[in-house]
């Protein structure tokens, strides 16, 4: 005979219970508990706290074959879950509430999560589209063909249903009047099989997710070619081979950077850096940039005193907000590290962050070190895309000191780069300025 703990005693641990024979529920509060024993039986509930391993070990999780994590709180039913799972119990669910926390539950190991939104929807969706043949969803960026179309006009280009469109934790309806912003995710269908316009609509809607339209490498010396040059190049090749402009000073690019060009596939443009004008950072500071233009840097030119005396650096990160990536060759790129400090800027980084990684197979965590409560606001549209490719996005939490959290990540963490503003606020700066100055990581750089 199976027996399963059910921790949570409301209405649907109470009609769960009705199709089993060996089972006990455990629940907090008292007079329900004292209710639903007069119901089922005082032989199967438990009063107390279902995260307690005392309390599981009375329930017998011990030798139970499965548990039921179904409170009405997500934060409590994952530490229910993680605590069995910790006993032994064989099979765990967990409910799960609110959607954008379904990833946080799997990455902390619960592997069966039940989210009776996400249900919900699918038998409605069933019901009310039982003729739809196949569902797309497009996921709509900054400065994309999508961003402020109206819905209509996306049916239209697309030739296809719009279901609605899911923005933050909220599904709208498809009224053809609503302008689509970036983070939502458009829902489409198509009655006949996918449509020739709406693929071709998906394929020039992942444009949008290039976080750079060209690289500007600044290479000051010949040492600098394996750690700038080999990281530039590699980022370019995987961001499918976008425009590469070395600037070196030398009337002729170096045997070395010809052949790493070569062997990642990627054209570079070279040009000399001699006159006193166009010396280190400054010539950056008459170029004509591209919109979404990266600079790359080696270390040596951040941690030299002259430049953080000089501010280069900040001209350089407040001219065109251009980021710089300052190249410590970490590659291939596996884990990426973006901060959250509250402001709109860190989380355009994160987006930013999140391309890199959807391009170079790595995954991401952002470091919420905001004092905002409750999840990082826009993040989960983040982890939708990131689910739609198969790539981690997890939300990590200041667990005491924002600057020693951070510090530690960046030592220990086994991260390949760090995303971070060079202002970033609840860090000390001095710390902030020393972590990017020595950390192994590579570091992109905004204002």
């Known amino acids: 005979m199976m027996r399963t703990i059910i921790v949570g005693g409301g209405r649907i641990g109470k009609f769960i219970s009705k199709d089993l024979d060996d089972f006990v529920i455990i629940e907090k509060e008292r007079i329900r508990a004292e209710n639903l024993a007069r119901e089922v039986g005082e032989e199967h509930v438990i009063v107390g ?4 391993p005392k309390v599981l070990e009375k329930a017998g999780a011990n030798h139970a074959d499965a548990l039921l994590a179904i409170t009405n709180q997500d934060r409590t039913n994952l530490k229910v879950a993680l605590a069995a799972k910790s006993m032994g119990v064989p099979r765990v669910i967990a409910r799960c509430d609110d959607p954008a926390y379904i990833d946080t539950m799997h990455s902390e190991g619960v592997e069966s999560v039940i989210c009776p939104a996400h249900t919900a929807s699918r038998m409605i969706h069933s019901t009310l589209f039982h003729d739809v043949q196949e569902m797309a969803s497009i996921h709509v960026t900054k400065g994309s063909l999508l961003d402020g179309a109206l819905l209509g006009d996306v049916g239209s280009l697309a030739k296809t249903r719009v279901l609605g469109v899911i923005r933050k934790k909220d599904v709208l309806k498809p009224d053809p009047d609503l302008a689509v912003k970036p983070g939502d995710e458009v829902l489409l269908c198509s009655l006949g099989g996918m449509s020739s316009e709406l693929r071709q609509l998906m394929a020039r809607e992942t444009t949008g997710l290039l976080p750079f339209s060209e690289i500007v490498v600044m290479i000051g010396d010949e040492a600098m070619i394996e750690t700038v040059g080999d990281e530039s190049l590699y980022l370019a090749a995987h961001l499918g081979k976008i425009p590469v402009e070395v600037h070196y000073p030398a009337d002729e690019p170096p045997q070395r ?7 990642w596939g990627v054209p570079v443009e070279h040009f000399s850096m001699k006159s006193g004008v ?11 940039m591209q919109k979404n233009s990266l600079v790359t840097v080696g270390p040596g030119e951040i941690t030299n ?19 710089v990536l300052i190249c410590r060759r970490k590659i291939p790129y ?9 402001s709109e800027i860190s ?20 470091l919420d070190i905001s004092e905002l409560e409750g999840s990082i606001p826009d993040l989960e549209h983040l982890k939708r895309l990131g689910r739609s490719r198969d790539i981690e996005v997890k939300q990590l939490s200041v667990e005491g000191n924002p600057t020693l959290d951070l510090v530690a ?34 570091v992109l750089l905004v204002r």
């Not at 596996?334 to 509250?342: F, H, Q």
């Not at 963490?413 to 972590?435: E, F, H, P, Q, T």
């Open 278 to 288: 166009e010396t280190g950072f400054t010539c950056i500071l008459f170029r004509k």
């Open 409 to 442: 990540l960046v030592t220990g963490g086994g991260y390949s780069m760090l995303a971070i503003r060079w202002s970033c606020s609840n860090v000390r700066k001095d710390i902030l300025r020393k972590v990017i100055s020595d950390s192994a990581l590579s």
């Open 334 to 342: 596996t884990k990426i590290l973006a901060v959250y400090d509250g």
């Open 257 to 263: 950077l010809q052949d790493l060009a070569q062997m």
């Open 49 to 52: 706290d279902g995260a307690d």
């Open 305 to 323: 005193k002259r430049t953080f005396k000089q501010c280069d650096l900040t001209k350089i990160l407040e001219r065109d907000k251009v980021p």
């Open 347 to 366: 989380m355009d980084l994160a987006e930013v962050a999140l391309k890199i990684a959807l391009h170079t197979g790595s995954s991401l965590h952002v």
